[in-house]
C-alpha cells in the first residue's frame, strides 16, 4: 500500500490508502456521480446540461474538446469571474474526474442524432472521402464474433454460442462445421475469434480462440481463454493441435473479460490478447496469464527472444501486460506496428500501440470509471505506464479492427476501422507517425458491430451481433 494526499471533509487532515494494483474508495466510501451531479451542478446546469442559472453545455463542443485535466481543475479551482464556485474542499480529484465522464456521456446522448430509421441495402453514405451503400450477404446469424477467408473464396463466421458456419457464393451453408470444441457460452464467453495461417494454401492451419470450459477442484464452472489449430476436412474439424492454454489452477470463474484477438505479424509470429477476467489486479502480475498480450510461434513454441522469456517470476510467452479487455488485434501494413483496441471501464475504452515490455497500465491508471458510477483513480499517468493513443469517452464498446488494404475505397488505404458495441457504429481512424490525425463515425446506429474485415473483393465487411448478420461497404460508381 501505498500513501497519497486527497482532501477530505475534515480540516487539516488530508490523508488515504490507494493500492497499487487496485483502487479503493478514496473517502473511505466512494460516492455515485450521478448524486453528485444532482446535487451539485445540476441546479446551474439543468438536469441534462440544458442550462439554469449558468449557460447551457450543449450548445458548445466545450465537454467534447477540452483535455480531461483542465475540465478537472474547471471543477475543483472553479471560474469565479463567471460565477461558478470551486469545489475543492467537497471533491476530491477522483470524483472530479468522474463528474468528466458523466458530463461526457450526458453531452454526448443529449447531442446524438439518430441515423436514418428506414436505412437499407439501396441507401447512400456520404463519407469524408467516399460515397458508399451496403449490401447485406448474410443474415440469420446467431452472434457472429469472427470472420476471415480462404483462398477459395470461401467465407468462416464463429457465433458465440459455438458453431463455425462457411458462406459459399453469398449463401449460408445450412449445417455448421462439426467437431468444434466445447465452449463456455455465458456472458462475455463462447467461441471467439477464427484467423488462417498466412501460408494457409500450404499447410491447411486455422487458429481459434475460445473460452474453455472446466471444473474446479470444488466442482465449480471455471474458464479461461484457449488457443487451438486445426483443419477443415468434409466439412469437420480434424487435426486440433492446442496452442495456448493457462494452467488448470488459473482458470477463474465468472462470465467476462476473455479477450480474444489473433494477429500474425510478418515473420509468422502469433499475437492475441487474452482479458483480465474481472480481477483487475491480475492484470499486474507477469505469473498470471489473465490481462496480457502473447507472442508465440506458429505452433506454440516460446520464442528465445520474448521479452520475459528469462524471468522466473514472469510467464515466457507475455508480450504486453496491464490489459483490461483487448477487443481488437491488427498489424499496421506499412509500418508492421501492432495496434489493439481495448475495452475500458465506463468511459476508458482504448487505442494503444502494442509495445514488446509494455504495460498499459490497467488499474493503476484509467481514463474511466467504475460502472456505477464510482470513480477508481485519480490517476490518468503514472512513469513507467502506457499511454492509450486515443480514449474514447463516452465508450462506444470498441471491437474488431482492421486496417483497410482493398483497392475499392483508394482513399481509405491504410486507415484503421474500429467497430463498436454500444456505439453502434463503424469508425474510420486515420494513423499518422502513430498518432491519430482525424476519425469519422460512420453508419451510425446501424446495430451491435462486432467484426470488420477486407474481403478478397475489395469490399469492406461488418459482422453485426444484434441483428446477426453480414453486410459489406460497396463504393458508390
Known amino acids: 500500500m501505498l500513501t497519497r494526499p486527497v482532501r477530505n471533509l475534515l480540516p487539516m487532515i488530508r490523508l488515504a490508502l490507494v493500492c497499487v494494483l487496485m483502487s479503493i474508495p478514496v473517502?473511505?466510501?466512494?460516492?455515485?456521480?450521478?448524486?453528485?451531479?444532482?446535487?451539485?451542478?445540476?441546479?446551474?446546469?439543468?438536469?441534462?446540461?440544458e442550462g439554469g442559472s449558468a449557460p447551457s453545455l450543449?450548445?458548445?463542443?466545450?465537454?467534447?474538446?477540452?483535455d480531461e485535466l483542465s475540465l478537472v481543475h474547471t471543477i475543483l479551482d472553479g471560474r469565479i469571474e463567471q460565477g461558478m464556485p470551486p469545489f475543492e474542499a467537497t471533491l476530491n480529484k477522483a470524483e472530479?474526474?468522474?463528474?468528466?465522464?458523466?458530463?461526457r456521456e450526458i453531452h454526448a446522448k443529449e447531442r446524438h442524432q439518430p441515423a436514418r430509421a428506414n436505412a437499407h441495402d439501396s441507401t447512400l453514405y456520404q463519407s469524408r472521402e467516399h460515397q458508399f451503400r451496403i449490401e447485406t450477404v448474410v443474415e440469420?446469424?446467431?452472434e457472429p464474433w469472427s470472420i476471415c477467408w480462404l483462398p477459395d473464396g470461401q467465407m468462416l463466421v464463429t457465433e458465440k454460442h459455438g458453431t463455425l458456419r462457411v458462406i459459399s457464393d453469398g449463401k449460408l451453408d445450412p449445417e455448421p462445421?462439426?467437431?468444434?470444441?466445447e465452449v463456455f457460452n455465458q456472458g462475455q464467453g463462447g467461441l471467439l475469434e477464427i484467423a488462417p495461417h498466412p501460408n494457409y494454401a500450404k499447410n491447411g492451419w486455422l487458429y481459434l480462440a475460445y473460452s474453455d470450459p472446466a471444473k474446479d477442484s470444488l466442482g465449480r464452472v471455471v474458464s479461461m481463454t484457449k488457443i487451438v489449430r486445426g483443419k477443415i476436412r468434409a466439412h469437420r474439424w480434424v487435426d486440433e493441435q492446442t496452442i495456448w492454454q493457462a494452467p488448470s489452477e488459473d482458470y477463474l470463474s465468472g462470465r467476462v473479460h476473455f479477450g480474444c484477438r489473433i494477429a500474425f505479424d510478418q515473420d509468422n509470429y502469433l499475437f492475441f490478447a487474452h482479458g483480465e477476467r474481472g480481477r483487475q489486479e491480475m492484470a499486474q502480475d507477469l505469473a498470471l496469464p489473465n490481462?496480457?498480450?502473447y507472442r508465440l510461434h506458429d505452433d506454440g513454441r516460446i520464442p528465445e527472444d520474448n521479452p520475459f522469456v528469462n524471468r522466473a517470476d514472469a510467464l515466457p510467452a507475455i508480450w504486453s501486460y496491464g490489459h483490461r479487455n483487448p477487443q481488437g488485434l491488427a498489424f499496421e501494413p506499412s509500418t508492421g506496428q501492432l495496434w489493439s483496441t481495448e475495452h475500458g471501464p465506463r468511459?476508458?475504452?482504448e487505442l494503444n500501440l502494442i509495445r514488446r515490455e509494455r504495460n498499459y497500465g490497467w488499474p493503476i491508471i484509467t481514463y474511466g470509471i467504475n460502472y456505477n458510477g464510482t470513480p477508481i483513480t485519480e490517476f490518468t499517468?503514472?512513469?513507467g505506464l502506457e499511454q492509450p493513443v486515443v480514449y474514447w469517452t463516452p465508450s462506444p464498446a470498441v471491437c474488431g479492427i482492421e486496417f483497410y488494404t482493398g483497392k475499392e475505397f483508394p482513399s481509405w488505404k491504410g486507415n484503421l476501422f474500429v467497430t463498436a458495441l454500444a456505439g453502434k457504429h463503424l469508425r474510420r481512424v486515420v494513423i499518422v507517425g502513430g498518432q491519430v490525425t482525424e476519425q469519422e463515425v460512420l453508419l451510425q446506429d446501424i446495430g451491435r458491430v462486432r467484426d470488420v474485415a477486407t474481403g478478397p473483393d475489395g469490399y469492406l465487411y461488418l459482422a453485426l451481433n444484434r441483428p446477426g448478420k453480414i453486410i459489406r461497404l460497396i463504393p458508390n460508381d
Do not use: F, W
Open 58 to 66: 450543449l450548445a458548445t463542443d466545450t465537454l467534447r474538446t477540452t
Open 381 to 383: 499517468a503514472k512513469g
Open 27 to 49: 473517502n473511505g466510501q466512494a460516492r455515485n456521480v450521478a448524486t453528485l451531479y444532482n446535487e451539485m451542478c445540476a441546479s446551474c446546469h439543468g438536469n441534462n446540461l
Open 291 to 293: 490481462g496480457k498480450i
Open 347 to 349: 468511459g476508458g475504452d
Open 140 to 142: 440469420g446469424l446467431n
Open 96 to 103: 472530479a474526474r468522474a463528474l468528466v465522464v458523466y458530463l
Open 177 to 181: 462445421i462439426s467437431g468444434i470444441p
